[in-house]
Antibody, heavy 120, light 107 residues
Framework: EVQLVESGGGLVQPGGSLRLSCAASGFTFSSYEMNWVRQAPGKGLEWVSYISSSGSTIYYADSVKGRFTISRDNAKNSLYLQMNSLRAEDTAVYYC?????????????WGKGTTVTVSS | SSELTQDPAVSVALGQTVRITCQGDSLRSYYASWYQQKPGQAPVLVIYGKNNRPSGIPDRFSGSSSGNTASLTITGAQAEDEADYYCNSRDSSGPWVFGGGTKLTVL
Protein backbone atom coordinates (compact mmCIF):
# COMPACT_ATOMS: atom_id res chain seq x y z
CA GLU A 1 0.00 0.00 0.00
CA VAL A 2 1.29 3.43 -0.95
CA GLN A 3 1.58 5.45 2.22
CA LEU A 4 3.03 8.64 3.64
CA VAL A 5 3.24 9.08 7.41
CA GLU A 6 4.23 12.38 8.98
CA SER A 7 5.67 12.72 12.46
CA GLY A 8 7.51 15.20 14.63
CA GLY A 9 4.79 17.72 15.29
CA GLY A 10 4.08 19.16 18.71
CA LEU A 11 3.94 22.23 20.88
CA VAL A 12 6.88 24.62 20.61
CA GLN A 13 7.52 28.12 21.90
CA PRO A 14 7.91 31.07 19.52
CA GLY A 15 11.46 31.19 18.25
CA GLY A 16 11.91 27.48 18.75
CA SER A 17 12.68 24.69 16.31
CA LEU A 18 11.06 21.48 15.21
CA ARG A 19 11.93 18.80 12.66
CA LEU A 20 9.15 17.06 10.80
CA SER A 21 9.60 13.71 9.10
CA CYS A 22 7.60 11.96 6.42
CA ALA A 23 8.09 8.22 6.01
CA ALA A 24 7.23 6.83 2.59
CA SER A 25 6.33 3.22 1.83
CA GLY A 26 4.81 1.15 -0.94
CA PHE A 27 6.53 2.98 -3.81
CA THR A 28 9.96 3.92 -5.13
CA PHE A 29 10.50 7.09 -3.11
CA SER A 30 13.54 8.21 -5.09
CA SER A 31 11.45 8.45 -8.28
CA TYR A 32 9.13 11.12 -6.92
CA GLU A 33 9.31 14.79 -6.12
CA MET A 34 7.79 15.84 -2.83
CA ASN A 35 5.95 18.79 -1.30
CA TRP A 36 5.17 20.01 2.17
CA VAL A 37 1.77 21.67 2.45
CA ARG A 38 0.26 23.19 5.59
CA GLN A 39 -3.16 24.22 6.80
CA ALA A 40 -3.65 26.67 9.63
CA PRO A 41 -6.71 26.12 11.84
CA GLY A 42 -9.84 27.00 9.89
CA LYS A 43 -7.84 28.16 6.88
CA GLY A 44 -7.03 26.88 3.41
CA LEU A 45 -4.13 24.87 2.09
CA GLU A 46 -0.77 26.63 1.76
CA TRP A 47 2.14 25.20 -0.19
CA VAL A 48 5.31 25.34 1.93
CA SER A 49 8.22 23.70 0.14
CA TYR A 50 9.21 21.46 -2.76
CA ILE A 51 12.13 19.13 -3.34
CA SER A 52 13.04 17.30 -6.53
CA SER A 53 13.54 13.55 -6.63
CA SER A 54 17.32 13.85 -6.27
CA GLY A 55 17.16 16.75 -3.84
CA SER A 56 19.02 19.02 -6.23
CA THR A 57 16.16 21.48 -6.72
CA ILE A 58 14.37 23.10 -3.80
CA TYR A 59 11.78 25.84 -3.51
CA TYR A 60 10.18 27.59 -0.55
CA ALA A 61 7.16 29.77 -0.02
CA ASP A 62 8.11 33.35 0.83
CA SER A 63 6.48 32.92 4.24
CA VAL A 64 9.05 30.31 5.34
CA LYS A 65 12.11 31.17 3.26
CA GLY A 66 15.23 31.48 5.40
CA ARG A 67 13.60 29.70 8.35
CA PHE A 68 12.60 26.27 7.00
CA THR A 69 14.81 23.69 5.29
CA ILE A 70 13.50 20.77 3.27
CA SER A 71 15.61 17.67 2.71
CA ARG A 72 15.26 14.02 1.85
CA ASP A 73 17.10 10.75 2.36
CA ASN A 74 16.24 8.42 -0.49
CA ALA A 75 18.08 5.54 1.18
CA LYS A 76 15.74 5.87 4.16
CA ASN A 77 12.62 6.68 2.10
CA SER A 78 12.18 9.80 4.16
CA LEU A 79 11.39 13.48 3.70
CA TYR A 80 12.17 16.14 6.29
CA LEU A 81 11.28 19.70 7.15
CA GLN A 82 13.53 21.52 9.58
CA MET A 83 11.63 24.48 10.99
CA ASN A 84 13.54 27.19 12.85
CA SER A 85 12.56 30.56 14.28
CA LEU A 86 8.99 29.40 14.55
CA ARG A 87 6.19 31.94 14.79
CA ALA A 88 2.59 31.74 15.92
CA GLU A 89 1.50 31.94 12.29
CA ASP A 90 3.33 28.67 11.58
CA THR A 91 0.73 26.85 13.67
CA ALA A 92 -0.87 24.37 11.28
CA VAL A 93 -1.31 20.80 10.23
CA TYR A 94 1.64 19.91 8.02
CA TYR A 95 1.13 17.42 5.20
CA CYS A 96 3.69 15.77 2.97
CA UNK A 97 2.49 15.01 -0.55
CA UNK A 98 3.90 12.94 -3.37
CA UNK A 99 4.52 14.59 -6.74
CA UNK A 100 4.81 12.29 -9.77
CA UNK A 101 7.45 13.12 -12.37
CA UNK A 102 4.77 14.48 -14.67
CA UNK A 103 4.71 17.90 -16.35
CA UNK A 104 1.01 18.22 -15.52
CA UNK A 105 2.01 18.92 -11.92
CA UNK A 106 -0.13 17.38 -9.20
CA UNK A 107 0.06 15.74 -5.78
CA UNK A 108 -1.41 12.26 -5.92
CA UNK A 109 -0.76 10.87 -2.43
CA TRP A 110 -0.98 12.75 0.86
CA GLY A 111 -0.16 11.82 4.40
CA LYS A 112 -2.63 12.35 7.24
CA GLY A 113 -0.62 15.26 8.59
CA THR A 114 1.16 16.23 11.79
CA THR A 115 0.11 19.16 13.95
CA VAL A 116 2.50 21.95 14.87
CA THR A 117 1.45 24.44 17.53
CA VAL A 118 3.61 27.48 18.20
CA SER A 119 2.62 29.08 21.46
CA SER A 120 4.08 30.28 24.72
CA SER B 1 4.05 35.08 -6.78
CA SER B 2 0.82 34.25 -8.63
CA GLU B 3 -2.53 33.80 -6.97
CA LEU B 4 -5.47 31.53 -7.67
CA THR B 5 -8.94 32.86 -6.91
CA GLN B 6 -11.92 30.69 -5.97
CA ASP B 7 -15.43 31.53 -4.84
CA PRO B 8 -15.54 30.93 -1.07
CA ALA B 9 -18.79 28.98 -1.12
CA VAL B 10 -21.08 27.27 -3.60
CA SER B 11 -24.24 25.25 -3.10
CA VAL B 12 -25.99 22.67 -5.25
CA ALA B 13 -29.19 20.69 -4.98
CA LEU B 14 -28.78 16.97 -4.62
CA GLY B 15 -28.43 15.36 -8.05
CA GLN B 16 -27.82 18.62 -9.86
CA THR B 17 -24.68 19.89 -11.58
CA VAL B 18 -22.26 22.36 -10.04
CA ARG B 19 -19.19 24.09 -11.40
CA ILE B 20 -16.40 25.36 -9.18
CA THR B 21 -14.03 27.81 -10.81
CA CYS B 22 -10.45 28.89 -10.25
CA GLN B 23 -8.85 31.94 -11.85
CA GLY B 24 -5.22 32.91 -12.09
CA ASP B 25 -2.46 33.89 -14.48
CA SER B 26 -0.52 30.69 -13.82
CA LEU B 27 -3.38 28.74 -15.41
CA ARG B 28 -2.47 30.18 -18.80
CA SER B 29 0.76 28.17 -18.62
CA TYR B 30 0.11 25.29 -16.23
CA TYR B 31 -2.64 22.77 -15.66
CA ALA B 32 -4.80 23.00 -12.57
CA SER B 33 -5.24 20.09 -10.21
CA TRP B 34 -8.19 19.81 -7.85
CA TYR B 35 -8.34 18.45 -4.31
CA GLN B 36 -11.29 17.48 -2.17
CA GLN B 37 -10.98 17.85 1.59
CA LYS B 38 -13.55 16.72 4.11
CA PRO B 39 -13.45 17.88 7.75
CA GLY B 40 -10.59 16.37 9.71
CA GLN B 41 -9.18 14.57 6.69
CA ALA B 42 -6.24 15.04 4.35
CA PRO B 43 -6.86 16.40 0.87
CA VAL B 44 -7.59 13.93 -1.93
CA LEU B 45 -6.69 14.49 -5.58
CA VAL B 46 -9.83 14.40 -7.76
CA ILE B 47 -8.75 15.96 -11.09
CA TYR B 48 -5.39 16.62 -12.73
CA GLY B 49 -4.10 17.56 -16.15
CA LYS B 50 -6.51 18.33 -18.95
CA ASN B 51 -9.27 16.18 -17.41
CA ASN B 52 -7.83 13.16 -15.65
CA ARG B 53 -9.30 11.33 -12.68
CA PRO B 54 -7.21 9.18 -10.35
CA SER B 55 -8.36 5.64 -9.80
CA GLY B 56 -11.35 5.51 -7.48
CA ILE B 57 -12.67 9.00 -8.24
CA PRO B 58 -16.23 8.84 -9.61
CA ASP B 59 -16.76 9.92 -13.20
CA ARG B 60 -19.22 12.59 -12.09
CA PHE B 61 -16.08 14.69 -11.44
CA SER B 62 -14.62 16.40 -14.49
CA GLY B 63 -12.27 19.26 -15.25
CA SER B 64 -11.89 21.86 -17.95
CA SER B 65 -9.89 24.98 -18.64
CA SER B 66 -10.04 28.09 -20.78
CA GLY B 67 -7.58 30.95 -20.70
CA ASN B 68 -6.89 31.87 -17.08
CA THR B 69 -9.81 29.89 -15.68
CA ALA B 70 -10.00 26.25 -14.65
CA SER B 71 -13.23 24.55 -13.64
CA LEU B 72 -14.22 21.51 -11.67
CA THR B 73 -17.65 20.18 -12.55
CA ILE B 74 -19.65 17.68 -10.52
CA THR B 75 -22.47 16.23 -12.59
CA GLY B 76 -25.18 14.78 -10.36
CA ALA B 77 -23.81 15.93 -7.00
CA GLN B 78 -24.14 13.49 -4.13
CA ALA B 79 -24.34 14.14 -0.43
CA GLU B 80 -20.83 12.73 0.01
CA ASP B 81 -19.46 15.41 -2.31
CA GLU B 82 -20.03 18.05 0.33
CA ALA B 83 -16.50 19.20 1.11
CA ASP B 84 -13.92 21.92 0.55
CA TYR B 85 -12.37 21.98 -2.90
CA TYR B 86 -8.98 23.50 -3.68
CA CYS B 87 -7.37 24.21 -7.02
CA ASN B 88 -3.62 24.18 -7.41
CA SER B 89 -1.09 24.79 -10.13
CA ARG B 90 2.57 25.25 -10.66
CA ASP B 91 3.76 28.84 -10.70
CA SER B 92 6.55 30.41 -12.68
CA SER B 93 8.03 32.08 -9.58
CA GLY B 94 7.88 29.00 -7.36
CA PRO B 95 6.53 25.66 -8.22
CA TRP B 96 3.13 25.62 -6.51
CA VAL B 97 0.16 27.81 -5.58
CA PHE B 98 -3.24 26.98 -4.07
CA GLY B 99 -6.55 28.71 -4.44
CA GLY B 100 -8.31 29.84 -1.31
CA GLY B 101 -10.78 26.96 -1.46
CA THR B 102 -14.49 26.59 -2.15
CA LYS B 103 -16.87 25.16 0.40
CA LEU B 104 -19.44 23.06 -1.42
CA THR B 105 -22.80 22.52 0.23
CA VAL B 106 -25.14 19.86 -1.15
CA LEU B 107 -28.74 20.80 -0.36
Amino acid sequence: EVQLVESGGGLVQPGGSLRLSCAASGFTFSSYEMNWVRQAPGKGLEWVSYISSSGSTIYYADSVKGRFTISRDNAKNSLYLQMNSLRAEDTAVYYCARVPLDPRGYMDVWGKGTTVTVSS
Amino acid sequence: SSELTQDPAVSVALGQTVRITCQGDSLRSYYASWYQQKPGQAPVLVIYGKNNRPSGIPDRFSGSSSGNTASLTITGAQAEDEADYYCNSRDSSGPWVFGGGTKLTVL
